[in-house]
């Protein structure tokens, strides 16, 4: 038992390769309105369908030096990239996650839902940065999925509050710390939490497309705020957008050091929210107690 308990991480690893593959192709055939569930890969530059063994995530691209075995020209190197970049996710977030190895049907729905969110995150991370575009195809799915998340984890919540009606007559008290409203018993409603997150953050994004008149975000972005503010919550929400501000200035100044942007250039913002939204969500909560114990009045 223990030596599979020591072959999941490597399994979880090999299934986000595989995953990412599909990836690959779900961000591909976006752009050119193809179904992504139908039809055979094939390469991009002479529509050879691709044989299995050529689908091999990363192995695939390396040993044939990353170029198509028919036509012989270029593979984006996205292919691999993205591909480990799934791998790695879904092990940090097998890794993150608590008791995996032998998980309670909560806990797997759980982890399936962040699954499904991070598969959705890269799509976009990789879609906005490559088309300067947050894809309406993604980004409402995303919304649907964390809202799906927020509902299924208030259900402990209520569980909860079923046995602690036994212990007190105080309906009212229940009543308010059911609605997220009171911290009677430490357990603020998640729904409550997300919904008020996603308003704020949305909203804040939106007073920027609205003042810059579409110059400094876009409207995809606006919608992705509903997205992380009900997947992150408080106070994760404010860690997110400070580290995506943060980065983006920093890669912004580097691209302008480099002389590839100038001030007037497009920079897509999606990923570094993205990028946001990931440190928040592995180190969200010990970067905000640092914060308060260190900065608190």
């Known amino acids: ?13 090999l299934f986000g390769l595989a995953v990412g593959s599909f990836l690959n192709v779900v961000i591909y055939r976006l752009r050119t309105q193809e179904n992504a569930l139908k039809g055979r890969s094939c390469c991009p530059y002479c529509h ?24 012989k020209k270029n593979i ?20 993150a996650s608590r008791d995996m190895a032998q998980p309670d049907n909560l806990q797997l729905i759980d ?13 976009i991370f990789v879609y906005d940065l490559k088309h300067y575009i947050i ?7 995303a919304i649907g999925i964390a809202f799906a998340w927020r509902i299924f984890e208030v259900f402990p ?26 911290g009677a018993f430490g357990f603020p409603n998640p729904l409550v939490n997300g919904a008020v997150a996603a308003l704020i953050a949305s909203g804040f994004f939106l ?30 929400i404010f860690v997110a957008l400070f580290f995506a501000f943060l980065i983006g200035a920093i890669i912004g100044v580097i691209l302008m050091g480099a002389r590839k942007k100038g001030l007037q250039s497009e920079i897509p ?29």
């Open 207 to 236: 007073l920027l497309f609205l003042a810059s008149r579409g110059k400094w975000i876009g409207f995809g972005d606006v919608k992705l705020g509903i997205f992380m503010g009900l997947f992150l919550g408080f106070p994760n």
């Open 1 to 13: 038992m223990k030596e599979m308990t020591y072959l999941f991480p490597i399994f979880i690893f």
């Open 48 to 71: 050879h369908q691709l044989a299995w063994f050529d689908l091999i995530p990363v192995v695939s691209f390396l040993l044939l030096g990353g170029k198509c075995r028919y036509c």
């Open 269 to 297: 913002f999606g990923p570094f929210l993205i990028l946001g939204v990931l440190i928040a969500y592995l180190a969200g909560e010990e970067i905000a107690q640092w914060y308060f114990s260190s900065f608190a009045l």
């Open 111 to 123: 982890f399936l839902f962040l699954l499904a969110i991070s598969c959705l995150l890269l799509v």
């Open 76 to 95: 984006s190197r996205q292919y691999p990239i993205v591909e480990t970049a799934t791998g790695l996710l879904f092990l940090l977030i097998f890794l």
């Open 157 to 182: 919540i209520f569980r909860l509050l079923a046995t602690r009606a036994g212990e007190t007559k105080n309906w009212a008290s229940l009543a308010v710390q059911a609605l997220g409203e009171g």
């Open 135 to 141: 894809p309406n195809e993604i980004v409402y799915p």
